[in-house]
């Protein structure tokens, strides 16, 4: 027996637990973050100094944790994850937005919020919300439906069963996503005598399951028989680590393997196989090879509306064959040839299972090639000494990157221009956020990157309206001497949304920072911000490029850099001319059926003909 209080058993606990994968062994909870206040800082606070196998972050926002962590276990390929501890009420709820990121995106964080007192000596105590006729109802309630598992410890006992369950969920890979133990702060800081085996280290072997004999059966002859069949490669095969069994595949078979958000950078940009982004925000390569599919095999993707552009991408009589390791997943578009497995195994055996059939021709380089063209051309600088576009800013910066460079956004008009126009050159290479697009995850996303592959180049790629909602973990950079290199792009507001909103018929309002006008409206100038003198004041070094002459030169200082460096820069407006190529798939965005206003009348009118493009698989 061990006598503790139950924050120190906790963390001890969490010290001591493994995750192994392929023969190699990795810290499952390699860190915690952390937030104070009178939930935490009694109980997790005072444990953490007793624990000397638990290094300790410190945030500045809740949230802003979560995405730290959540970047540390996507670079970590999910073999390793962080712990956050808040304090109770507001610490606690500012978590909702990273657990769902990280629900959203299957990728493992522990929370640790502090809760209201299990033995209720004063109701309410400060920062509790009661509901009335529902005593055991706290604000940390909200977290369930956004964590793949809850548990509320009233009890010292019932750490022992909550915790272990909370690591199956964490290294379990059809279950991951954010796991949280909320903590009652009275009950934190109570001793218990512990079971000593509830110390002991533990390793949780990191599943790699294999196909079932009639789903492959089925898959393979699928896959011999098909005869327009286009590979959409997910997250999964990052998590999976499945980049080599991808490639054998669609080499062995003559596969185009088109990408997700979260797939893009499973074949490197130049291999002959990869066709590029698929749907709203994809090249023309794949969504034409999509359209004239007859077989998808989707690989690790959950299939969102960007990818299918929003159900009106394949044919209605396309096949699909999902290899995944959800069975949820697995039966997407309504999919008559699941294959639930690991990434890595199930490539290998559908492989395994070709038989001697030759590889099909590659009948795609000419498209491929003519979007190679066009990524050239939106690069393209004619001035050097004009203010570049984005599609620009990020054509310098492919000229600086080699393969260890990495990518971090999530949103606005940069996830689809990466998306578009970005040559990955390295599996994990580009880190773009996009099952949940929070804006504000790259900064700190960048932390946890940063941590988890100390030396190579990270980038944090923001808009200033990104910029806006979360700079705050800046600081967190600068304290741990991490050389983030922060890329700020400032074009007065929401490019995206804005664009967006022009297509849909509501005139761009709201969406560009600009003062207040004399008739009310926001059509003044643009704000007077310098948002530049703001990353230097939270403590960056900051450039501030204003030509494309210039930016290379900034750009090429701050990826050099070993402090963290910003280089802010104007952008200009691109037209059709200097922009990234337009959508080659459409985006369902409901637009008013009804409306006053020409703009909206006309939107809808286009909407409609669109609609009936949709089709829903049954
Ligand atoms: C937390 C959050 N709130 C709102 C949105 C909706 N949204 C998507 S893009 C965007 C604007 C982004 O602006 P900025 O970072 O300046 O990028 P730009 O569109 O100018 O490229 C908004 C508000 C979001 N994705 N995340
Ligand atoms: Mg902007």
């Not at 999530?410 to 099952?435: C, F, I, M, N």
């Not at 703001?534 to 403590?539: D, E, F, H, I, T």
Request: proline fraction near 7%.
């Amino acid at each position: 027996m061990r006598r503790l209080t139950v924050a120190q058993a906790l963390v001890r606990f969490l010290a001591a637990q493994y995750t192994e994968r392929d023969g190699e062994r990795h810290r499952l909870i390699a860190a915690t973050w952390g937030i104070f206040g009178h939930g935490n800082v009694a109980g997790v606070g005072q444990a953490l100094i007793e624990e000397d196998g638990m290094p300790f972050h410190q945030g500045r926002n809740e949230q802003a944790m979560v995405h730290a962590a959540v970047g540390y276990a996507r670079q970590r390929n999910r073999l390793s994850a962080h712990a956050v501890t808040t304090s109770i009420g507001p610490g606690a709820t500012n978590l909702v937005t990273g657990a769902a990121l990280a629900t959203v995106n299957h990728l493992p964080v522990l929370l640790l919020p502090g809760d209201t007192f299990a033995t209720r000596p004063a109701d309410p105590v400060l920062q509790q919300l009661q509901v009335p006729g529902a005593g055991d109802v706290s604000v940390n309630d909200c977290l369930r439906p956004v964590s793949r598992s809850f548990d509320r410890i009233v009890r010292p006992e019932a750490l022992v069963p909550a915790a272990l369950e909370a690591m199956r969920v964490l290294s379990d890979p059809a279950a991951t996503g954010a796991v949280t133990l909320a903590l009652p702060q009275d009950v934190q800081a109570e001793a218990y005598d512990w079971p000593e085996e509830f110390f002991a280290e533990r390793t949780w072997r990191i599943r790699r399951t294999r196909p079932d004999r009639a789903e492959l059966d089925a898959a393979a002859r699928a896959v011999r028989e098909a005869a327009r069949p286009l590979v959409v490669a997910g997250g999964g095969v990052r998590h999976s680590a499945a980049e080599d069994a991808l490639r054998a595949f669609a080499e062995r078979a003559g596969l185009p393997v088109a990408t997700t958000q979260a797939g893009k950078g499973a074949l490197p940009h130049d291999h002959p196989c990869e066709v590029g982004g698929l749907g709203h925000t994809g090249t023309a390569t794949a969504n034409d090879l999509a359209r004239a599919a007859d077989l998808v095999i989707g690989v690790g993707t959950r299939y969102t509306d960007f990818t299918t552009a929003s159900g009106t991408l394949f044919a209605p009589d396309a096949r699909f064959l999902n290899l995944n390791v959800t069975g949820f997943d697995a039966h997407k578009q309504a999919a008559p040839l699941p294959l639930v497995a690991d990434a890595r195994e199930g490539l290998a055996a559908l492989t395994g299972a070709l038989g001697d059939a030759p590889a099909r021709p590659v009948t795609w380089a000419a498209a491929k090639a003519a979007w190679e063209a066009r990524v050239t051309a939106a690069h393209a600088v004619p001035d050097e000494a004009a203010r570049p576009t984005q599609a620009q800013v990020l054509g310098v910066l492919d000229t600086l990157c080699d393969t260890t460079d990495i990518l971090i956004n999530a949103a606005g008009s940069l996830p689809g221009d990466l998306h578009k126009l970005w040559r990955t050159r390295s599996r994990d290479q580009y880190h773009v956020e996009y099952g949940y697009s929070c804006m504000g995850y790259e900064i700190p996303a960048a932390i946890g990157v940063l941590l988890a592959a100390p030396g190579r180049p990270v980038w944090a790629l923001v808009g200033d309206g990104t910029y806006l909602m979360n700079p705050t973990e800046i600081v967190t950079a600068v304290q741990e001497r991490l050389p983030l290199k922060l890329v700020l792009l400032q074009n007065h507001g929401y490019a995206s949304i804005g664009g967006l909103s022009e297509a849909v018929g509501a005139e761009r309002y709201g969406t560009d920072y600009r003062l207040r006008a004399e008739d009310g409206s926001f059509t003044g100038p643009p704000l007077p911000v310098d948002l530049g003198a703001n990353a230097a004041s939270l403590g960056m070094r900051v450039l501030r490029p204003r030509t494309i002459g210039d930016l290379r030169e900034a750009l090429a200082d701050a990826r050099a850099a070993t402090d963290p460096t910003c280089v802010y820069i104007e952008t200009e407006t691109a037209d059709s001319v200097s922009g990234p190529p337009p959508a080659q798939a459409w985006w369902d965005v409901p637009v008013a059926e009804i409306s006053t206003r020409p703009s909206a009348v006309k939107a809808r009118e286009e909407y409609d003909r669109h609609v009936t493009a949709r089709r829903r698989r049954l």
